[in-house]
């Protein structure tokens, strides 16, 4: 329990609620359907890769920037956190969530907000008019075979309201819950190996990855779910609109995505030279984890002391 009574951890606990808060707020505010302009998928996931690189780039150092209680849940199967801190981060994330949506929510007109692009499976995607005009002429009689004027908003909400049926895709929930958990288990593994500092080669910067996995998955899974990754992202919107249709699948998904990610990377594809008393004591909280700077010179050590290009020359591993 010495991490209640520790300032890093405080800071730390705040840093996943600004994050989290950020990252939803910009993240949902990238899907809303101005008429002006109708978002498209890059430009969505790009806004949602953009908006983790730039929180892990800037408050990684302090918390490790999870942003995500799948990435929490995560870390705590890899024993890289205590129990304590796991919850408070959870915790966190999850209002820091719901603050970002209701925040947008409150600065965003009543006919732009809809329903905060919350997830549900069989996601419609975003179609700009003029991108559609000539398969509505030809597929769709009635006044849209004439020319639509596209800067009439009225076009936009008679192009979404007569074509709504065609373009929603008819996945299942336990499509949705299967690509979520594919989807969040390339983020968790990203996310470990990038951040993995027993690596000897030079890994590149974590943030770039981190927001390029979280990119790659939104460019797939925004046709089935609107893609979630990451339950928080998922609750926000729903608490605020009152939306829970399916809800269960945007934590069952993820969830277990990010355990199967942790198993495999933390003790099938590389795990780490610990033993079970030294992985019980992370757990518990017994070792002072929110001291940075010595956990880094003790990683550092750990890996020079392990690692095969320390040997002399001429020594076998």
Known sequence: ?????????????????????????????????????????????????????????????????????????????????????????????????????????????????????????????????????????????????????????????SVATRVSAQLSNSTTAGQAVTVELFLTLQLVLCIFASTDERRGENPGTPALSIGFSVALGHLLGIHYTGCSMNPARSLAPAVVTGKFDDHWGFWIGPLVGAILGSLLYNYVLFPPAKSLSERLAVLKGLEPDTDWEEREVRRRQSVELHSPQSLPRGTKA
């Open 1 to 157: 329990m010495w991490e209640l009574r520790s300032i890093a951890f405080s800071r730390a606990v705040f840093a996943e609620f600004l994050a989290t808060l950020l990252f939803v707020f910009f993240g949902l505010g990238s899907a809303l359907n101005w008429p002006q302009a109708l978002p498209s998928v890059l430009q969505i996931a790009m806004a949602f890769g953009l908006g983790i690189g730039t929180l892990v780039q800037a408050l990684g150092h302090v918390s490790g920037a999870h942003i995500n209680p799948a990435v929490t849940v995560a870390c705590l199967v890899g024993c890289h956190v205590s129990f304590l801190r796991a919850t408070f981060y959870v915790a966190a994330q999850l209002l820091g969530a719901v603050a970002g949506a209701a925040l947008l929510h409150e600065i965003t007109p009543a006919d732009i907000r809809g329903d905060l692009a919350v997830n549900a499976p069989g996601q419609q995607v975003p179609l700009l008019c003029l991108s559609l005009q000539y398969f509505l002429a030809s597929s769709i009689p009635g006044p849209l075979d004439k020319s639509p004027d596209v800067s009439d908003k009225s076009c936009t909400i």
